[in-house]
């Protein structure tokens, strides 16, 4: 039997935000994540495509570059790859410089960079359809004479988009040849670059109208700002408005299924772990599958419409004051969908420095895995009334522990800053790309990776954990002479007794002190562990089946309820974001110190609200 | 109509349920010492001399290798210790 032939290996390169992570997922039917901001890919990512004409290639997705100088941990990513440099990787046999057709200013002079490495490589004039909206006039076939590589249209977000790009690649693959034009070394490429535009390319104007009227009030110092917050309360008010119904619908159906999985068993353990402790733990964390979806579907539609680079523009100066930099604002913000994407995007920061600073206070922006958490609070401890006219008050409190992270955030980089000596600061440089109004096809891809993502988790780690917590919940059985509950015989209700000593003084009890721990492998756990604590602690099968919210709010003060919710603004993060603190820096003694600070600001808030709650009666 | 199954069958399935949830728990938050260990394990499996059945266990036993095309996108939090490019070694 023979060895199959490698196919071809085609790379995808270009400036950051040209479309090539939506040409990747268009020739290769993949699903990576792709935005209107740069800086989503921060590693390399590989697919196969097979062309009109049978042939099979690996086509390589590589991080945005604006140089192959590199001043980035990804830029050089994407020059080692290119190059053949990178440990492991052969070097591609073709490369597809993808160019945003709307941009060539900035696009041209990377091409003519790519192009003096002499490797075969194809131009892909990508957002061509907005180029010519625009009234951008490309004479394709003059850039191509000029630049001596073949040169292609192609629109990335349109089904069949880049059909001619396949063609073109079936054509290079046959016949793989260096560029037929080359520049001296030495050769000025800004100025090749403005020859190039004035020989081929006619501009009607340097930006869109309505992207400059946009921005005339987008990014006004102060109305910017007031937009900004506008925008990020409402987004914050809708994810009660909206998805209240859906949660009641699912929640309605969790108690169903325990109560007729329960009265359709006889008693014993295998009832007892389906009933208290997978159906009422799992259940308990998967009503909250349309909160994340309503917050997620603003989230991708802003990211992208292009006003995200926008907001961080707007906040430089605010995170400049804080010793951060407007480049942590894009890992900031992946850290509201979960803290590892934050931390690996911060490879686009070029200050150690800065990208320090950013890798440690990342954790404190609310992640996905909180909102369960903070939704379950919030629901049994803020009334859901009407205030200051028409918001719902329990909106109003998620949007203030959002905030709390965020400030805290600020807060503890200020910190940093000023125990450093180097207080230097860097100037911004953002690539602020043109609005455009959200694909539909992205924008529900984007959701259903989010609810798959979830909907995993729950059948994963959330599953394994509620098991192993029900078994250790369960096992060893009370005595025959037991006067307490048989959970306080369990080894989990020892351990969470034991664990009130140190809780105490934040008002947390045992059961809570139980649901910790599991909410150290993922936040969402602590829900799950709760919900099967109190199942299994319930006098019947009618009450194991009641809805948590109400129990807790029956069972705890104000006082604790509260402090438990500033403990999860700033609760030590879970291990798989220690383990990307310690990938990400390669330093155990930054790992310890995430996690000391944050436990440290986790215990010494929640014990102030707690102290201070009973002390005004709340408790 | 109630199910009553035997109170040993019962203790059976809980226990099948448990170890599955064991294997998700050890494979996800601690993948480092998993590998290690199906290494540890594997490696006298394949030794000179070791029966061909022993050497197919071993291949199943022994951890998919780092290479090939690998560098799939984060898929959340629960897979970091997979995504991300190996640490440069120069």
Known sequence: MSAQAEPLRLALLGNPNCGKTALFNQLTGSRQKVANYAGVTVERKEGRLVSPSGRSYALLDLPGAYSLNPASLDEAVTRDLCRGFYPGEAAPDVLVCVVDATNLRLHLRFVLEVRQMGKPMIVALNMSDAAARRGIAIDRAGLERELGVPVVETVAVRRNGARALLELIDR?????????????????????????????????????????????????????????????????????????????????????????????????????????????????????????????????????????????????????????????????????????????????????????????????????????????????????????????????????????????????????????????????????????????RDLLIGLWERALIFLKRVGGIIFALTVLLWVLLTFPAAPPDATLPAIDYSLAGRIGHALTAVFAPLGFNWQICIALIPGLAAREVAVSSLATVYALSAADDEAAAQALSPVISDGWSLATGLALLVWFIYAPQCIATWAAIKRETGSWKTMAMAAGYLFALAYLASMLTYQVAVRLGAG | MTLDLPIGLQYAIVAAVVLVALWIFVRKQLPGPLRKARIALATPLVRDGRPAWMRALARRIAPPSNGGTGGSACGGCDNSSQCGPEPKKH
């Not at chain 1, 340097?206 to 109305?223: G, N, Q, S, V």
């Not at chain 1, 990020?232 to 209240?244: E, S």
């Open chain 1, 172 to 440: 290079v693959a046959a016949n793989p040849h260096p560029p037929a034009v080359q520049l001296p070394a030495d050769a000025d490429l800004h100025a090749e670059t403005r020859r190039l535009l004035g020989a081929t390319v006619s501009m009607p104007a340097r930006t869109a109208k309505i992207d400059d009227a946009l921005d005339r009030w987008l990014l006004h110092p102060f109305f910017g700002l007031a937009t900004l917050a506008v925008v990020m309360f409402l987004i914050f008010q809708a994810v009660y408005a909206w998805a209240t119904p859906v949660m009641d619908l699912i929640d309605a159906g969790t108690a169903a299924l325990g109560e007729w999985v329960g009265s359709r068993m006889a008693e014993g353990p295998l009832a007892s772990l389906l009933v208290d402790g997978i159906i009422a733990g799992l259940g308990g964390v998967i009503v909250f599958l349309p909160q994340i979806l309503v917050l997620f579907a603003f989230i991708l539609a802003l990211e992208e419409s292009g006003y995200l680079p926008r907001a961080a523009f707007l906040l430089d100066r605010m995170m400049a004051g804080a010793g951060l930099s407007g480049r942590s604002f894009i890992p900031l913000l992946s850290s509201f969908a979960c803290a590892i994407p934050g931390i690996m995007a911060t490879r686009s920061i070029q200050d150690p420095r800065d990208r320090l600073a950013t890798i440690l206070v990342a954790p404190l922006m609310t992640c996905s895995a909180r909102l369960p958490v903070y939704a379950l609070l919030i629901g049994a401890f803020i009334p859901s009334r009407e205030v200051w006219g028409g918001f719902n008050l329990q909106g109003l409190v998620l949007f203030g522990l959002y905030m709390a992270g965020i400030l805290s955030a600020l807060a503890v980089s200020w910190v940093m800053k000023k125990w450093r000596r180097d207080k230097g600061e860097h100037p911004l440089m953002l690539e602020l790309p043109s609005y455009r109004l959200p694909n539909p």
